[in-house]
């Protein structure tokens, strides 16, 4: 299964994103708990190197606590600062101004002995369809921003103001040119960081990952048995039949089959499911 996608907006995003570094106190680093090693852009990191950063495990309603605790500990052994949170909650923002404020709190008060009133500015990345939008609209308190359960729907950089007096950029969510392992490519098409639309048989695949230690949510989701050595098309057809995805002649609708078991997997429907 070969996967890639890198549009033009995203290499003139990540240059505007490095012209706009220098003007930057802290980076807000938006990871999908379900899979946030392979959300990792070394394009982004790169660009953010110098900065003060803080890993967000984003959607961490969709992950147990013990695969938040192991994320996290990995994290912090590279000395980061790591938050886990649902950017759709209205209170999301709360806990990511407080770490923001604290990591940054001697050049606030040394602004203000200067007199003057220094507002923080935070550049909020990640990769496609993260949930950087959704953060940002709910840290203001009302729409900002275009938000979208689809890749490419931030297409250029926008500032906006919280009433904590914050300034946030936000930035287009962006891949990079190759990734060095398929696995990392699949993870990333599963949570919806590249368009549907390029991909093929994606919950074939999708299945054949995580059957092994999943299959019981697969079998309680769609009423299904999946037998020991069962194939993927066999598991995929059961569903088809289970769900009734048929065409009008009562062939099996394989593609809104597929359709509907990715979605299901993206809104948590299957239950708690972590890729990497």
Same mark, same amino acid.
């Given at each position: 299964?070969?996967?890639?996608?890198?549009p033009?907006?995203?290499?003139?995003a990540?240059?505007?994103?490095?012209?706009?570094?220098?003007?930057?106190?802290i980076?807000?680093?938006l990871?999908?708990a379900?899979?946030?090693l392979?959300?990792?852009?070394?394009k982004?990191?790169?660009?953010?190197?110098?900065?003060?950063?803080?890993?967000i495990?984003n959607k961490a309603?969709?992950v147990?606590?013990?695969?938040?605790?192991?994320?996290?500990?990995?994290?912090?052994?590279?000395?980061?600062?790591?938050?886990a949170?649902?950017?759709?909650?209205?209170?999301?923002g709360?806990?990511l101004?407080?770490?923001?404020?604290?990591?940054?709190?001697?050049?606030?008060?040394?602004?203000?002995?200067?007199?003057?009133?220094?507002?923080?500015?935070v550049?909020?990345?990640?990769?496609?369809?993260?949930g950087?939008?959704?953060l940002?609209?709910?840290?203001?308190g009302f729409?900002?921003?275009?938000?979208? /359960? $689809?890749? @490419?729907?931030?297409?250029?950089?926008?500032?906006?103001?919280?009433?904590? =007096?914050?300034?946030? !950029? *936000?930035?287009?969510?962006?891949?990079?040119?190759?990734?060095?392992?398929?696995?990392?490519?699949?993870?990333?098409?599963?949570i919806?960081?590249?368009?549907?639309?390029?991909?093929?048989?994606?919950?074939?695949?999708?299945?054949?990952?995580?059957v092994?230690?999943?299959?019981?949510?697969l079998?309680?989701?769609?009423d299904?048995?999946?037998?020991?050595n069962?194939?993927?098309?066999d598991i995929?057809?059961?569903?088809?039949?289970?769900?009734?995805?048929?065409?009008?002649n009562?062939?099996l609708?394989? /593609? $809104?089959? @597929?359709?509907?078991?990715?979605?299901?997997?993206?809104k948590?429907?299957? =239950?708690?499911?972590v !890729? *990497?």
């Open positions: 299964m070969v996967i890639q996608w890198f033009g907006h995203m290499t003139k990540l240059r505007e994103m490095e012209k706009e570094m220098k003007n930057i106190d980076v807000f680093y990871l999908d379900r899979a946030p392979s959300c990792f852009n070394p982004l990191t790169q660009v953010a190197k110098n900065k003060k950063i803080i890993y495990l309603d969709l147990d606590e013990k695969d938040i605790t192991r994320f996290k500990s990995i994290l912090q052994k590279q000395n980061a600062d790591v938050v949170l649902n950017s759709t909650q209205s209170n999301s709360k806990v101004f407080l770490s923001a404020k604290k990591l940054l709190e001697e050049k606030v008060e040394l602004k203000k002995s200067k007199g003057i009133n220094y507002s923080i500015k550049m909020v990345v990640g990769v496609p369809n993260v950087k939008s959704t940002i609209n709910n840290m203001c729409s900002k921003t275009t938000t979208g /359960d $689809r890749p @490419g729907v931030t297409r250029g950089k926008q500032w906006v103001t919280t009433k904590e =007096g914050f300034l946030l !950029l *936000d930035t287009p969510g962006t891949l990079w040119p190759s990734f060095e392992e398929e696995r990392i490519g699949k993870n990333l098409a599963y919806g960081s590249i368009k549907d639309e390029l991909l093929d048989d994606l919950a074939f695949y999708f299945i054949k990952d995580i092994k230690k999943y299959g019981d949510l079998e309680k989701r769609y299904i048995k999946i037998e020991d069962c194939e993927i098309l995929l057809e059961k569903i088809c039949t289970s769900r009734n995805c048929l065409l009008k009562n062939e609708d394989y /593609d $809104r089959c @597929g359709r509907m078991i990715i979605d299901d997997f993206r948590g429907r299957l =239950g708690k499911i !890729l *990497d």
